[in-house]
């Protein structure tokens, strides 16, 4: 199987491509200059490895589940990007983006954050590299998210709170491209996942595919041999593409990406894009997504807000069309069940998108048996979804406590 | 040859203008705003105030080009329920209406979704004249341009003060009806000043086509208007017009702020007239 998609317009098969106003072709065409110039440079390579190696704490450790694998009944591998500074996968494309904006000469960033995972790394990269930063966040999301909305602040960048649609990830990645139109000499928008208007798609591909080219060389060292298979939770995909872009030459590995069910697909309540939705264009790219008889885009439902999107990165769309990678869905209870379990058999809080996959991998080891070994991307740390995590069990004694 | 088949609907409107000295009015307003019979009657009141072309906007769920005024009337068309059959009724009832050309702006996916040559069919039985498409670029664009060219419809693609001289060619080439040039580097809305970057990119997509130009984002006044009119084939007003009808002020309103801007465009000078 190829891969060197996309095409030279951003094609992955019949998806990805570039839906975008004019005014952002010139701009994207320079990015693309940018990103595969400074790709085939070792200055810029070199020093890309150094920050994530001496500042992010990558690589990230592939650590053996004994005791989840126990309960699993199978042997479960996890790639701890929960280990990495500002506790998620994210920081890998947040500091790429940033040394390449650098690079541009631009002096400004802006970013949308759903969870405020991506929002954090961002501001941190921006701290890091001495960047002015703007974050673009749904309302909903500043509201169950604040504290990560406290990050940004304290790491010096804006938060914008976005009023309109439905006040989630996408109407913050419709108003970021908004500022961007009006902004893009001096400004580079750092996309927060592998999603949107080519170069977006394969460019976070290639700063987050550490995660799976980590875990590839590290599974050979600890098995002398590959998983039977590789799981990750999707929203719009970074964190899955991230691990499945070294494993998608090797077919005896399979690919499982896990989209977020919410409370069933039988409610509608859901985000499950690949699984439910249908080919359509949102935010500059051809993909599946959620979306009405009109082609007007649904809003979208989880507990975990990085999955929260109605959309999903193209590549993951070719994957699925092409049958190397399956997606299905996990339910919110599903997912909780797992952040429970990986709590309290290893003593890791996950993020709850990464639970999404924990319990994905659940499902797949009984599938694939008890000699089957299943690579898990534990894409982020829970620290953040301890507010939601407390309602749920009701771990705390308060009127309010309880599910939402 | 070319010349006469990339006029197309729009373009003869706006070339009859501009035989007459002077620029041509694009007139926009969102289908199903305030209401879908208020929103007929509001685009009604462009044709009696006297637009030469009217753009009939295709309320979407994700408008990325467009500031909040028209944010809000899609949101609002969207949550009164407004459906894709509604905007093709709207037109087929301007199309009745008047012999002015009626376009739709619409961004891509409600197209997309509907089918694109089924859209093109419908359109064309409505009497509608073509496709302003925001977010579709010829390089996206050849299922539309096929569909378009097989039912006799407009193409209007954008270019902007950021596209090179080898976009506005390539974009322009696949052009019939008229080249949207955007003002700006931003979203729909009003605008106090009229910007420093319209000429420039209207002399160099001028260079390059002969298709008709026009000109949009930020036109808001007959002032403005006639400072367009003076080195653009036609004015594009939206933002304005979505404005009145959102301070309630109704299709007398409307047809008030379309004489004032109408008025603009025949101001002297207007370059149109040498044409």
């Known amino acids: 199987m190829s891969t060197v998609l996309p095409d030279q317009l951003g094609h992955f098969g019949r998806f990805g491509g570039r839906f975008m106003p004019e005014a952002l072709i010139a701009p994207l065409d320079e990015l693309t200059r940018a990103w595969q110039e400074a790709m085939a440079d070792p200055e810029f390579t070199g020093e890309f490895d150094r920050m994530l190696r001496e500042y992010a704490g990558v690589p990230s450790l592939l650590y053996d589940a004994t005791r989840l694998s126990e309960a699993a009944g199978a042997r ?44 954090v790394a961002t501001a941190t990269a921006c701290a890091y590299l001495d960047l002015e930063c703007v974050v673009y966040m749904g309302e909903v999301d500043t509201e169950r998210q604040a504290l990560n909305v406290a ?85 719009g995909g970074s964190n899955a593409i991230g691990l499945f872009a070294a494993f998608i030459p090797d077919a005896e590995v399979k690919l499982y990406g896990i ?66 990678a399956s997606y299905r869905p996990i339910t919110d209870a599903e997912a909780m069940e797992a952040f429970r379990l990986l709590s309290r058999t290893e003593g890791i809080i996950p993020a709850i998108e990464s639970a999404h996959a924990v319990a994905g991998a659940l499902d797949i080891a009984k599938e694939l048996g008890p000699e089957a070994t299943i690579l898990v991307n534990l894409s982020g740390r829970g620290d953040k979804d301890m507010d939601t995590a407390s309602k749920w069990f009701g771990l705390i004694d308060a009127p309010e406590a309880g599910r939402e | 040859m070319s010349e006469v088949i990339a006029l197309g609907k729009a373009g003869a409107a706006i070339r009859t203008a501009n035989d007459a000295g002077r620029g041509a009015l694009v007139a926009y307003l969102p289908a199903g705003y305030p209401s879908y019979d208020g929103g007929i009657d509001a685009i009604k009141a462009l044709v009696d105030g006297g637009a030469d072309v009217l753009e009939i906007g295709f309320p979407y769920s994700d408008p990325v080009m467009d500031g909040v005024t028209v944010q809000r009337a899609s949101e609002a068309a969207l949550a009164a329920g407004l459906r894709t059959r509604d905007v093709l009724s709207t037109v087929e009832k301007l199309a009745s209406y008047s012999d002015v050309p009626v376009l739709v702006m619409t961004y891509w996916n409600p197209i997309e979704r509907y089918g694109v040559d089924r859209f093109a069919a419908d359109l064309a039985g409505a009497g509608g004249a073509g496709l ?54 931003g979203v729909t809305g009003t605008r106090e000043k009229p910007s420093d970057l319209a000429a420039p990119l209207v002399a160099r997509t001028k260079a390059a086509t002969g298709v008709p130009v026009g ?18 084939d036609a004015v594009i007003v939206g933002s304005a017009f979505v404005k009145v009808v959102e301070a309630g002020e109704g299709p007398a309103g409307v047809r008030r702020l379309t004489e004032s801007l109408a008025e603009g465009v025949r101001r002297e000078p207007s370059t149109a007239a040498s044409r």
């Not at chain 1, 996890?78 to 500091?95: I, Q, S, Y």
């Not at chain 1, 996942?193 to 590839?216: K, L, N, Q, S």
Request: net charge negative.
């Open chain 1, 76 to 119: 479960i591998l996890l790639k701890r990007e929960d280990l990495n500074h500002t506790g998620a996968h994210k920081v890998r494309n947040a500091l790429g983006q940033a040394l390449l904006t650098k690079r541009m000469g631009k002096t400004r960033v802006i970013a949308e954050t759903g969870a405020g995972q991506h929002g």
């Open chain 1, 151 to 235: 990050r940004m602040k304290l790491l010096g960048a804006e938060v914008i709170s976005v009023k309109t649609g439905s006040r989630t990830l996408k109407d913050a990645i419709n108003d970021a491209l908004r500022d961007w139109v009006a902004s893009v000499d001096k400004t580079h928008y750092i996309l927060g996942t592998a999603a949107g208007a080519h170069p977006f798609p394969a460019m976070v591909r290639d700063f987050v595919r550490g995660i799976g080219d980590e875990a590839r060389a590290q599974s050979l060292e600890l098995l002398g041999r590959l998983p039977d298979a590789a799981v990750a939770s999707v929203g």
């Open chain 1, 259 to 324: 989209e977020p069910g919410g409370d069933g697909f039988e409610t509608g309540r859901h985000a499950a894009t690949i699984s439910a939705g249908q080919v359509g264009v949102l935010h500059g790219a051809r993909s599946f997504l959620l979306q009405d008889e009109d082609g007007q885009t649904i809003e979208s439902h989880s507990i975990s807000a990085g999955l929260d999107y109605p959309g999903v990165g193209p590549e993951h769309a070719w994957l699925a069309d092409t049958g190397r």
């Open chain 2, 132 to 185: 302003i498409t925001p977010d579709l670029i010829p390089d996206e664009g050849a299922e539309w341009i096929a569909s378009a060219d097989k039912h006799d419809l407009d193409k209007v693609f954008l270019v902007s003060p950021s596209s090179t001289d080898e976009r506005i060619r390539m974009t322009t080439a696949a052009c019939r009806g008229f080249v949207y040039a955007t003002a700006v580097m």
């Open chain 2, 215 to 232: 000109v949009g984002l930020g036109v808001s006044n007959a002032d403005q208007a006639a400072g367009v009119a003076a080195f653009a």
